[in-house]
């Protein structure tokens, strides 16, 4: 079964035993026409080599060579582009998440079940979100109408907490203002709209690194030997579209 996808994954259809056609349709793989259902794709990139796996998602894949990451690759990179003047985060989509929840905080301070200003600082976005599923639309907006001012101001309050810095280490005041502005807020608000479609899956799966220089966005994952999880493959495929810039797979070796 595992052949037949990754030959169905280059438009090959070819001659595959009725019985392993027939598993793939039962999976939700295949549909009636023998053709690749997007779960079925996702699932054939699963089981691809990573040089595979980028071409069909459209991303980069960048080999780098001689940096000693000592078990740290994500933070190594993330040293490695901030002395190439970049900045920004590589906490994976923890800067995003916060970007969200510090631009929309008055607004999730008022709809906050417990009318509790704390918890809608220390509340995960996803789970947020989640709760608010019936109020996307005005934290939307507010996420829309935010400037770099509410941003250090919402980050300030919410970077507080010993727990939050745990969680998503590494972010400064100056890196989620360079990130918002290179964002924007209406591009923002994108993103605010599609990871509610499904917060607790669209909560994980980013690119290690978000990153800016200023004029240009990099969304870089880290790998060594391993290749892209299927939580990586379903959120890149899914908010590839509002990736400005520039996505890639940096493989240490």
Known sequence: MKSALREMLDG????????TLKALVSRG???PDAQLTVEG??????????????????????RLEGLEFNGDPEKTVW???????????????????LLIRAAALETLERLNPFKSRQDACLRFTEAQLKI??????EIADAVEHA??????????EIYRSLMIQEHYPGLTEEAMVALFNAIGSARLRQFTEAIAEDPYQYRSGWPDLTLTNGQQFLWAEVKTTDKLHMSQITTIHRMKPLM??????VHLC
């Open 79 to 97: 040293k490695y582009f901030s002395e190439n003047g970049y900045s920004g985060s590589y906490c994976e989509g923890g800067a995003l998440l």
């Open 12 to 19: 090959d259809a070819g001659e595959f035993k009725r019985g």
């Open 132 to 137: 608010h599923e019936n109020h996307i639309s």
């Open 29 to 31: 793989f295949v549909d």
């Open 147 to 156: 400037d770099a001012d509410m941003i250090v101001r919402g980050f300030g």
């Open 41 to 62: 794709w996702k699932q054939a990139l699963v089981i691809s080599a990573l040089p595979r796996q980028c071409a069909h998602l459209g991303i980069g894949h960048e």
């Open 244 to 249: 400005q810039g520039t996505i890639q797979v």
